[in-house]
């Protein structure tokens, strides 16, 4: 069995980490780079960060922030948001990513996702989406843009769509769920565990490690957590240790 990771999240506007509940009321949090490097020294296993209003803006890709993460963190880390074409994966990976994650712009260009892995690896190639319950109906539709548009698409669907077009693994983020710190969708988790062998990663709604344990037992391979981390609600250390007490494999 692959052991879990715990992976604090990072939504940065304006340069800044920001937090909300369900994309809204974003609060500060602090210096992505600075809260990043002390991730790092409590034992996260990644960092991944999201550059959260540059596909909306039309902005250029993060390649600045993943430079100064090179200089100071030294775990593994994803950067995302803004990145439209390989070239721009290629420059975040130069500029010191280990991954770059893409979400709105593989929706549009399905084939980024196959030119990103046929250049860089599927290693390299992290398919990030944003999803919503169906309103009236069942399962998930797919969000872009920071969670402002409905695509319709069906969510499960397009991640097992993406796996075969060369992605390495999946963030799953519930829009329902984010900032709620109620616990993961484990519906949508078990859902598309059981659609993939792909490694999930699982997100939004982490509030406490016993929801972390109840994600990988639905079938994650990873959970991501923003808020409990950010507020001092829980230190990576005191996660891991609660999960491997629990009997959760942790690195």
């Given at each position: 069995m692959l052991l879990v990771r715990i992976i604090p999240c990072l939504d940065v506007d304006a340069g800044r980490v920001v937090k909300g509940t369900q994309f809204k009321n974003l609060r500060d949090a602090g210096d992505p780079v600075e809260l990043a490097a002390l991730y790092d020294r409590e034992g996260a296993d990644e960092?991944?960060?999201?550059d959260i209003t540059a596909s909306h803006e039309q902005r250029n890709t993060?390649?600045?922030?993943?430079?100064?993460?090179?200089?100071?963190?030294?775990?593994?880390?994803?950067?995302?948001?803004?990145?439209?074409?390989?070239?721009?994966?290629?420059?975040?990976?130069?500029?010191?990513?280990?991954?770059?994650?893409?979400?709105?712009a593989a929706v549009k260009t399905p084939n980024l996702i196959n030119e990103g892995a046929e250049r860089f690896g599927s290693q390299c190639v992290v398919l990030s989406v944003d999803v919503k319950r169906r309103e009236g109906g069942s399962g998930w539709e797919v969000y872009l843009n920071g969670g402002r548009l409905n695509t319709e698409m069906d969510a499960v669907e397009w991640l097992v769509e993406g796996g075969k077009r060369g992605a390495g693994e999946y963030v799953l983020n519930s829009m329902d769920s984010d900032g709620m710190e109620s616990g993961y969708d484990l519906e949508l988790?078990?859902?598309?565990?059981?659609?993939?062998?792909?490694?999930?990663?699982?997100?939004?709604?982490?509030?406490?490690?016993?929801?972390?344990?109840?994600?990988?037992e639905a079938g994650g391979s990873a959970v991501l957590a923003a808020s409990i981390f950010h507020f001092g609600e829980y230190t990576v250390r005191e996660v891991k240790e609660h999960m491997s007490k629990a009997g959760v494999p942790i690195r």
């Open positions: 960092i991944v960060f999201y993060a390649t600045a922030l993943a430079r100064r993460a090179a200089e100071e963190v030294f775990i593994p880390y994803t950067i995302g948001g803004g990145v439209r074409t390989a070239d721009d994966m290629r420059a975040m990976l130069r500029a010191g990513s280990d991954k770059v994650s893409i979400n709105s988790i078990s859902e598309v565990a059981g659609r993939t062998n792909l490694p999930i990663i699982a997100s939004g709604g982490a509030g406490h490690p016993d929801h972390m344990v109840a994600a990988v």
